[in-house]
């Protein structure tokens, strides 16, 4: 069982920045593969950047060149640097597991893009 606990969402402004933490228990963090979706209202799911264990990492295109996933495998911490956010990056957004093949699922955070 890996649990997930985000943090770092909130409101920003357009152009601005925010970074989210994703800590995550288990021995075995290194060898789990960890990622970002999102969920806006009315909208489906979907992934925003994936890192594997061995630090390979996939992007949504909308967001290529502004965010960057990261891991700390002594901190068993995923993490989500966001720049330049616009309105439409306005969504929930969870941290993501995958170990021994099961799908883990954080309890999302909030993050508002808006003036």
């Known amino acids: 069982q890996v649990q997930l606990v985000e943090s770092g969402g909130g409101l920003v402004q357009p152009g601005g920045s925010l970074r989210l933490s994703c800590a995550a228990s288990g021995r075995r963090f290194s060898t789990y593969t960890m990622g970002w979706y999102r969920q806006a209202p009315g909208k489906e799911r979907e992934l925003v950047a994936i890192i594997s264990s061995g630090v390979f990492t996939n992007y949504a295109d909308s967001v290529k060149g502004r965010f960057t996933i990261s891991r700390d495998n002594a901190k068993n911490t995923v993490y989500l640097q966001m720049n330049s956010l616009k309105p439409e990056d306005t969504a929930v957004y969870y941290c993501?597991?995958?170990?021994?093949?099961?799908?883990?699922w954080g309890q999302g955070t909030q993050v508002t893009v808006s003036s």
């Open positions: 993501y597991a995958l170990s021994g093949g099961t799908d883990y």
